[in-house]
């Protein structure tokens, strides 16, 4: 079945210093997802790329599709301690009509 | 406040019992989704639904089942209960009628505990 392979599970960070959590796809996914959950708290939409090779940007945050629309990425450049929490990157697959979810990146920032 | 209601927030159950969670979806969105997250999981897709209608259906269990009522608000229905079950289950919905889908508001979760 479809998966979505996110890594690395943990990152903890110096206050100050970047973090980046990757995403791929073994198929190739119709759009991808990026949902920050705070701890106690629920996913909450971050943005939508569609397009292959696109590239967003919010803030100190960068996402980022792949040309083969198989693997994304969420860049935050100088993290903040209003970082911490799991960031969730999630495909939609075409054929399927499933969002499937990647398991996550746990973010640490020490201040 | 995402829009989307779930009940009850916190429910603490025996192994074998049969427990009912709800969800309303934000007004106007058609489509409702089930998710189940575990201590420091993922979030597993376990069913969605469009309008009555299930449209897609991931990994539930067959002691579990969901279905969407005429006003849009859903419920999931898990039975059997095993201490594996405990988890956090979060409900979903989404404005867009078609797929993709769009964004997901998601509830605040009901978590579930089984004794």
């Known amino acids: 079945g479809q998966q979505v392979m996110q890594i690395p599970q943990y990152q903890h960070v110096q206050e100050g210093e970047d973090f980046t959590t990757y995403c791929n796809s073994s198929t190739t996914l119709s759009n991808i997802q990026w949902y920050k959950q705070r701890p106690g708290g629920h996913p909450v939409f971050l943005i939508q790329?569609?397009?292959?090779?696109e590239v967003k940007k919010q803030k100190r945050l960068t996402f980022q599709f792949g040309e083969a629309k198989k693997n994304s990425s969420l860049h935050i450049t100088a993290t903040q301690t209003t970082d911490v929490g799991t960031y969730f990157c999630a495909g939609f697959y075409t054929g399927g009509f499933k969002t499937i979810f990647g398991a996550g990146t746990r973010l640490f920032v020490k201040a | 406040d995402s829009g989307v209601t779930q009940t009850p927030k916190h429910l603490i159950t025996a192994t074998g019992q049969r427990v009912t969670l709800r969800c309303s979806p934000r007004?106007?969105?058609?489509?409702v989704y089930w998710y189940q997250q575990s201590l420091d999981q993922g979030l597993q897709f376990l069913i969605q639904?469009?309008?009555?209608?299930?449209?897609a259906k991931g990994n539930i269990l067959e002691r579990f089942s969901a279905q969407q009522f005429p006003d849009l608000h859903s419920e999931l229905n898990l039975s059997s209960l095993e201490l594996g079950d405990s988890a956090l289950y979060f409900c979903?919905?989404?404005?867009?009628?078609?797929?993709?889908?769009?964004?997901?508001?998601f509830g605040e979760g009901s978590r579930l505990t089984v004794l």
């Open positions: 979903a919905s989404s404005v867009v009628a078609g797929a993709p889908p769009g964004e997901l508001f």
């Open positions: 790329l569609v397009k292959s090779g």
């Open positions: 639904y469009y309008n009555g209608e299930e449209r």
């Open positions: 007004s106007g969105d058609l489509s």
